[in-house]
């Protein structure tokens, strides 16, 4: 059965820093595509980041803020967030892709398991 559970989320100030962090399990990191978005209330949920075995994506208000990563040997992948800023709030969604070409990185439809969310909030 696969899963994914997130965790890291929480209450920052302007500048801050946080990683998230999420355990897959049912399958393993290292030949999937993982997949970070966030959601805000009324709003669709959009992508952040994307990991692959040889390369990463990120949307451009997080590219040099935020870093994708995964340790395989612990079937995690992290979402280090440096100098958070209010609009940085939201909560966060893990996913995994099984099929994703590159090109489609970005597209929530390309993920078919995601995690349950966990809330960042983001003070200024």
């Known amino acids: 059965q696969v899963q994914l559970v997130e965790s890291g989320g929480g209450l920052a100030q302007a500048g801050d820093s946080l990683r998230l962090s999420c355990a897959a399990s049912?399958?393993?990191?290292?030949?999937?595509?993982m997949g970070w978005f966030r959601q805000t209330p009324g709003k669709e949920r959009e992508f952040v980041a994307a990991?692959?075995?040889?390369?990463?994506q990120y949307t451009d208000s997080v590219r040099g803020r935020f870093t994708v990563s995964k340790e395989d040997a612990k079937n995690t992948v992290y979402l280090q967030m440096n100098n958070l800023n209010p609009e940085d709030t939201a909560v966060y969604y893990c996913?995994?892709?099984?099929?994703?070409?590159?090109?489609?990185?970005?597209?929530?439809?390309?993920?078919?398991?995601w995690g349950q969310g966990t809330q960042v909030a983001v003070s200024s």
């Open positions: 996913a995994a892709s099984f099929t994703a070409f590159e090109s489609m990185w970005n597209h929530r439809q390309s993920y078919e398991y």
């Open positions: 049912g399958f393993t990191t290292n030949n999937r595509v």
């Open positions: 990991i692959g075995r040889h390369s990463k």
